[in-house]
């Protein structure tokens, strides 16, 4: 990433895309942990940077997908009981709420900014 003349020239401006690549970066990182050793704690950090990554700029929401595909891989289509994704289910969106409390407060503004 240090030599994408994209991201390179996106990091001179204040530009919410270096920003959203670190949060998204963060929470692939995360993603991969829970491939290698499904705890809690790398639950948490994905979910985390993946609703910072999504408060930084929307189009980076895909990345819940990398989590999913993540713990699917690890338990199986039994994951679906597993407590750990009803974790990230609630975390995601309550990061995304404290980091753009105008989501919530002003919807129809929001809604209509999308």
């Not at 895309?17 to 704690?41: K, N, S, W």
């Not at 609703?51 to 199986?76: D, E, M, Q, R």
Request: aromatic share 14%; glycine share 6%.
């Amino acid at each position: 990433m240090a030599v994408s003349p994209v991201i390179v020239e996106q990091s001179q401006r204040v530009a919410p895309d270096a920003l959203a690549l670190f949060f998204l970066m963060g929470a692939v990182f995360f993603a991969v942990q829970i491939l290698e050793e499904p705890r809690t704690i790398n639950y948490l950090g994905a979910s985390i940077f993946a609703g910072l990554a999504i408060a930084a700029k929307y189009n980076t929401a895909p990345v819940v997908l990398s989590i999913l595909v993540a713990h699917f891989l690890s338990f199986g289509i039994a994951g679906w009981k597993n407590r750990q994704l009803f974790l990230v289910c609630l975390v995601i969106p309550s990061v995304f709420m404290v980091v753009t409390p105008y989501s919530v407060i002003d919807f129809p503004g929001f809604w209509e900014g999308l």
